[in-house]
């Protein structure tokens, strides 16, 4: 059976999706969008895998190319979890009236811990920093021997991350 255009632009696809996915955790690599098409920006993503790889630079996806993207993208993903950091500064503070993501990971990480002590009030996730988480927070940092502000500060948001590695 002969091999066919569709064949050959979801072999490249694949290929620029692995790329595309190094890319993330390399930035020697140029990002590339998968389409399927063996493009310039495409050559120009496999020329700086292969330079910043050690392997000849020759912009073409030859095995030994193929065998090392598809190794990096498999170490990347079956590699240890990356951090995540979601607390903005040591100056900043998370207090009522706020909302969004960090909102969501600090609710989160209150109801983690509500569910481990019955002394902890139990917080909606909503994204939203109400008055009851943070009557949560003030019940988390005097637990922690942290001033009860109610507000989480780059101490109070420490404490909790160490306090869920514990119990993890």
Known sequence: MPYTEQQKRE????????????SMF????PQILPDGVY?????????????????????ETDAATWNRIAAIYRDYLDGSPAAYHAFPSRSFKACEGDSGELVYIIQAMLWK?????????????????DEATAAAVRSFQQCSGLPDSGAVDCPTWNMLVRFLEVKA
Not at 116 to 124: A, E, I
């Open 11 to 22: 072999h490249i696809r694949e290929l620029q999706t692995y790329l595309y996915a190094i």
């Open 113 to 129: 811990a509500a569910a481990w002590y019955d002394n902890m009030p139990k917080v909606s996730v909503c994204g939203e920093f």
């Open 39 to 59: 493009d310039a920006d495409t050559k120009a993503a496999v020329e700086a895998f292969q330079r910043t790889y050690g392997l000849p630079v020759t912009g």
């Open 26 to 29: 390399d930035k020697n690599i």
